[in-house]
Nanobody, 117 residues
Framework: QVQLVESGGGLVQAGGSLRLACGAF????????MGWYRQTPGKQRELVAD???????NYADSVKGRFTISRDNAKNTVYLQMNSLKPEDTAVYYC???????????WGQGTQVTVSS
């Protein structure tokens, strides 16, 4: 059974930092593009950061220079380091795993990040 389990969300003041982690179970992790998305009520889920099929990283313009995505294939885990957080970063953050050609895709249950002003 495939599971993506996120952790690390919480409440932080503006300007603070959080690190999200997503552990993947039941997939051959190294063959999946991993990414982070976020969603606020009434809005579509949006890409925050992910790995391209070539292994490089891709970021939403709104988080460039503040967020860093990384992965540890030995631990089947992907991370999202979030610095200089802003109230507009408040959202539920979801971990995503997708094969290179998109044949299989999985989502985590989401973790709430709240940034107070």
């Amino acid at each position: 059974q495939v599971q993506l389990v996120e952790s690390g969300g919480g409440l932080v003041q503006a300007g603070g930092s959080l690190r999200l982690a997503c552990g993947a179970f039941g997939i051959n992790f190294r063959f999946y593009k991993m990414g982070w998305y976020r969603q606020t009520p009434g809005k579509q889920r949006e890409l925050v950061a992910d790995f391209t099929s070539g292994g490089s990283t891709n970021y939403a313009d709104s988080v460039k220079g503040r967020f860093t995505i990384s992965r540890d294939n030995a631990k089947n885990t992907v991370y999202l380091q979030m610095n200089s957080l802003k109230p507009e970063d408040t959202a539920v953050y979801y971990c995503n795993a997708v094969t290179v050609f998109g044949a299989k895709q999985y989502w985590g249950q989401g973790t709430q990040v709240t940034v107070s002003s």
